[in-house]
């Protein structure tokens, strides 16, 4: 079974600084996808960003990117010119590509805090 | 974008009673849905995966009984607490995917469940 591994249970930035959360992974499988997601105090679920295994090149959105390791299972997310709306729960996901019906798997999260 | 509509977003029932939530996808033929539960300041736990028409898989540990899903139509999922008691307090979250494995899983916004 694939399992997300989040090491860091909380983290903190300054408001403009640039943080970056881990997650590795374990998996035999070769295609997957994997994902950030935050969840604010409101406890909406809200992805991020989204790498698809076969691609070699780093997903970004805006201020967000990735650090795909493939060979290292390692998927770190770099958030840069932290705002304060970046304070949330970070969650990692992997999911399977081989089927349309196997769920998300998630690490245990990361609490990111902004200072001001 | 499509969206996931879940209610009730809070509910607060006396124990014994049964509650019903329901996750109704607006836009998008959800062939599958997954139902998961988050304590306060944990990951989500997958509680069981439905497709449309089959009955639900559960996950180990999870009281098929207690916890009774109903994919009945390709919109809407409910989830069903019978005969709650206060360990069944928590937020519930519901995620719905169209059958293509590329396509993303959309969240419901959660609901609240607190049982007196």
């Known amino acids: 079974a694939q399992t997300v591994t989040q090491s860091q249970p909380e983290m903190s930035v300054q408001e403009a600084e640039t943080v970056t959360l881990s997650c590795t992974y374990d998996t035999s499988e070769s295609d997957y996808y994997l994902f950030w997601y935050k969840q604010p105090p409101s406890r909406q679920m809200i992805l991020v960003i989204r790498q698809e295994a076969y691609k070699q090149q780093n997903a970004t959105e805006n201020r967000f990117s990735v650090n795909f390791q493939k060979a290292a299972k390692s998927f770190s997310l770099k958030i840069s010119d932290s705002q304060l709306g970046d304070a949330a729960m970070y969650f990692c996901?992997?999911?399977?590509?081989?089927?349309?019906?196997?769920?998300?798997?998630f690490g245990k999260g990361t609490r990111l805090s902004v200072i001001a | 974008g499509a969206v996931v509509s879940q209610h009730p977003s809070w509910v607060i029932c006396k124990s014994g009673t049964s509650v019903k939530i329901e996750c109704r996808s607006l836009?998008?033929?959800?062939?599958?849905m997954f139902w998961y539960r988050q304590f306060p300041k944990q990951s989500l736990m997958l509680m069981a995966t439905s497709n449309e028409g089959s009955k639900a898989t559960y996950e180990q540990g999870v009281e098929k009984d207690k916890f009774l899903i109903n994919h009945a139509s390709l919109t809407l999922s409910t989830l069903t607490v019978t005969s709650a008691h206060p360990e069944d307090s928590s937020f519930y979250i519901c995620s719905a995917r169209f059958r293509d494995y590329n396509q993303p899983q959309h969240f419901g916004d959660g609901t609240r469940l607190s049982i007196l």
């Open positions: 996901a992997y999911r399977t590509q081989n089927s349309g019906n196997t769920p998300l798997v």
């Open positions: 836009d998008f033929q959800a062939t599958t």
